[in-house]
């Protein structure tokens, strides 16, 4: 064990932080599953002349960001590099929260963009269907999954910081085992949904 990795793993576990901090944790994520629930359902008007469609290649550079952060800090974990870990779980946790501020604003204020939605009509028709062919499904599913993916990890992504944070190693590593990959799934498929998704905007 290097010393870097010694240092840290030396803290004592602050358990009654860890415990505050994931009240906050179920509060937060419940306020940000309600924002995500509303903002297909209520639709905020734009000044006029303003417009959020240069959001949706952002969240996508962002996310592809936020994926190459998440292997740097894999990598230095794994040797040993617990500061620059950190450092990249911060970046990677900032990231997350740019794309979540920006998503959210971008969908409250713009209609869906449907896959297969040829004239942009907000509709896919059966002949649209046809044109489009078998990628319909396998869009659909990268986008369940990543859409899943997302909302089922975003508690347990906090959790796992928390855990790191408070100097709960063992529980930080076991949680981080299984978090790890749902979260680099969730930031690699947001760009290729976004990639097969840009024929239809408007």
């Given at each position: 064990?290097?010393?870097e990795r010694?240092?840290w793993?030396?803290?004592?576990?602050q358990?009654?932080?860890?415990?505050?901090l994931g009240?906050?944790a179920w509060?937060?994520?419940?306020a940000?599953l309600a924002l995500?629930?509303?903002?297909r359902?209520?639709?905020?008007?734009l000044?006029?002349?303003?417009?959020?469609?240069f959001l949706?290649?952002f969240?996508?550079?962002?996310?592809?960001?936020a994926?190459?952060?998440?292997?740097?800090?894999?990598?230095?974990v794994?040797k040993?590099?617990?500061?620059?870990h950190r450092?990249?779980?911060?970046?990677?946790?900032?990231l997350?929260?740019?794309?979540?501020l920006s998503?959210?604003?971008?969908?409250?204020?713009h209609n869906?963009?449907k896959?297969?939605?040829?004239n942009l009509?907000?509709?896919?028709?059966?002949?649209?269907r046809?044109q489009?062919?078998?990628?319909?499904?396998?869009?659909l599913?990268?986008?369940?999954?990543?859409?899943?993916?997302?909302?089922?990890?975003?508690?347990?992504?906090?959790?796992?910081?928390?855990?790191?944070?408070?100097?709960r190693f063992?529980?930080?590593r076991?949680?981080a085992r299984?978090v790890?990959p749902?979260?680099?799934y969730?930031a690699?498929?947001?760009?290729i949904c976004?990639?097969?998704l840009?024929p239809y905007?408007?």
């Amino acid at each position: 064990m290097n010393d870097e990795r010694a240092q840290w793993l030396s803290r004592p576990p602050q358990e009654e932080l860890s415990k505050k901090l994931g009240i906050a944790a179920w509060i937060l994520t419940s306020a940000i599953l309600a924002l995500v629930g509303m903002m297909r359902q209520v639709k905020i008007p734009l000044p006029e002349g303003m417009s959020l469609s240069f959001l949706p290649p952002f969240h996508a550079a962002v996310n592809a960001a936020a994926a190459v952060v998440l292997v740097i800090a894999f990598i230095a974990v794994i040797k040993g590099r617990i500061a620059l870990h950190r450092r990249m779980i911060l970046v990677a946790m900032g990231l997350s929260v740019l794309f979540l501020l920006s998503y959210v604003a971008y969908h409250f204020t713009h209609n869906e963009v449907k896959f297969g939605d040829l004239n942009l009509d907000g509709i896919v028709d059966d002949p649209e269907r046809a044109q489009v062919g078998g990628m319909r499904t396998v869009y659909l599913l990268l986008l369940i999954s990543h859409i899943v993916l997302a909302a089922v990890s975003l508690p347990f992504i906090l959790f796992t910081f928390i855990a790191g944070w408070t100097s709960r190693f063992n529980t930080h590593r076991r949680l981080a085992r299984w978090v790890f990959p749902m979260w680099l799934y969730v930031a690699v498929t947001g760009p290729i949904c976004y990639w097969m998704l840009r024929p239809y905007y408007p």
